[in-house]
């Protein structure tokens, strides 16, 4: 991408250019921290992380082809303070990455110093990035060869981590919610920063890293967005939108017991993807569970498997072939947030199935911003299968229309000869601040919320 457009979108608030500015110039950022909190990774990854982060609030001053220079100063002054925060003394050097020339110069040093600088970044430009970075950790930070590799080595995962220490679940999760639906706005964003996580751990198998960016859950439905990473100079499929099954296996299991979970249905969404051609795609991975199968929000630790990921585009217009990265990902999935509920007393409310005339029963209800599970009951000459329809009516006068749900039916308690059951649970296509719900619809029946639903 070049600059230029990468400045317009990040002034736009496009989350995808700074993921991809990260992507270019983390490496950058990290040999400034580097050559002045020495043998402080942690501390450089966090000054880094923060640097971005400055640089995404100040989006509007950045120009054109200053970008990288607007970052290193402040990536220099933030490692400074944090130096000063141990009680250390800055080492001695000339750095000619500083973004403005020292103001005590005069006009012909002032120009030869910024013509020395061009120069430089001339140069320096000309080389790959791997080559550029090991220039300038060597000749002007002074640092041993032991140090270049394992700082470009903390590199190669920073700018993932970063990426979610900046944005929130809400942000990371916008994407994939325009491609189902619709952009989610800032109260749809603050609601899954207050649900979601950004603090599970990458994992990985045959030299392939899959890092979870952010989870959101409710008790039924996990939500995960995966970015895969594959060995440098492999050249992944571009997926587009694709919708897909696209794990291999799906194992879950709770991580105390060993014992295996119900986890329901997978679905996977990709992202679109800035630079198609290179060895990292993004996708949103959801399970839909139903009731009696796992609980997301029990408290109790599970750990996901992931095993063999399938890669194969079904419109292709620059020929990829289908891929299957193998190996198993592994995840612990201890840290997902009590999703907020509400639950609402139907009162009996009933409805009228056309097709066989039975009156159905809406038993019980109720609403997470993620989904609605419910309970139904019927007579049992009526079927195996009743229609029904729930219609949620928020308080701005839009619907949102519940016909389908993943569940079971069974006798229920009654046993046999009694009323049938059905259990469902099903998943909205956005997610719905419970707030703004006014009452839900059945039939004929309004059943109206509790005053306090958050």
Not at 104 to 129: H, T
Not at 268 to 283: H, K, Q, W, Y
């Amino acid at each position: 991408m070049e600059e230029g457009e990468l400045v317009r979108w990040l002034k736009r608030g496009d989350p995808a250019a700074l993921e991809a500015l990260m992507d270019r110039d983390t490496a950058f950022a990290c040999g400034v921290a580097s050559s002045i909190l020495r043998n402080a990774p942690r501390d450089v990854e966090e000054v880094v992380s923060d640097s971005f982060l400055a640089l995404w609030d100040n989006a509007h001053k950045l120009i054109p082809g200053r970008v990288r220079g607007y970052l290193g100063a402040i990536v220099r002054n933030r490692a400074k303070n944090r130096l000063r925060e141990l009680g250390k003394e800055m080492p001695l050097e000339e750095d000619l990455l500083d973004l403005e020339p020292s103001g005590d110069l005069g006009p012909a040093d002032f120009l030869e110093q910024a013509e020395r600088k061009a120069l430089v970044a001339q140069l320096l430009d000309s080389l790959p990035l791997q080559d550029r970075t090991i220039f300038l950790r060597h000749y002007y930070y002074g640092q041993t060869v032991a140090e270049i590799g394992a700082a470009l080595a903390a590199a190669l995962t920073v700018s993932a981590v970063a990426a979610y220490q900046i944005w929130g679940p809400g942000n990371l999760f916008d994407s994939f919610f325009t491609l189902e639906s619709a952009p989610l706005d800032e109260r749809q964003k603050a609601l899954l920063d207050e649900m979601g996580t950004t603090d599970l751990a990458p994992s990985t198998s045959n030299g392939i890293t899959i890092t979870p960016l952010a989870s959101v859950s409710d008790a039924y439905n996990c939500y995960l967005r995966l970015r895969v990473e594959a060995p440098e100079g492999t050249v992944l499929p571009d997926m587009g939108t694709q919708e897909d099954h696209v794990f291999l296996d799906v194992d879950l299991r709770d991580t105390a017991t060993g014992e295996r979970l119900d986890w329901g249905v997978q679905k996977a969404r990709f992202l679109p993807d800035g630079t198609p051609g290179d060895n990292v795609v993004e996708l949103v991975f959801i399970l839909h569970g139903r009731p009696g199968g796992v609980n997301w929000n029990d408290g109790l630790s599970k750990t996901l498997y992931l095993t063999d990921l399938a890669l194969i585009p079904r419109e292709s217009t620059s020929g990829e072939e289908p891929m299957i990265l193998e190996g198993t990902w592994s995840f612990a999935l201890d840290h997902l947030y009590r999703s907020k509920i509400l639950e609402v007393d139907p009162a009996g409310a009933v409805r009228l199935d056309t097709e066989t005339q039975a009156m159905v029963t809406l038993e019980s209800l109720t609403l997470s911003p993620l989904s609605v599970s419910f309970t139904l009951s019927y007579p049992p000459d009526a079927g195996t299968f009743v229609h029904y329809e729930l219609v949620l009516v928020c308080k701005d006068g839009s619907t949102v229309t519940i016909n389908g749900a993943n569940g079971y039916g069974d006798p229920g308690p009654d046993g046999p000869g009694g009323r049938d059951y059905f259990y469902g649970v099903s998943a909205f296509d956005i997610p719905i601040p419970l707030e703004r719900i006014d009452h839900i619809q059945f039939g004929d029946c309004s059943i109206f919320l509790p005053d306090t639903t958050q």
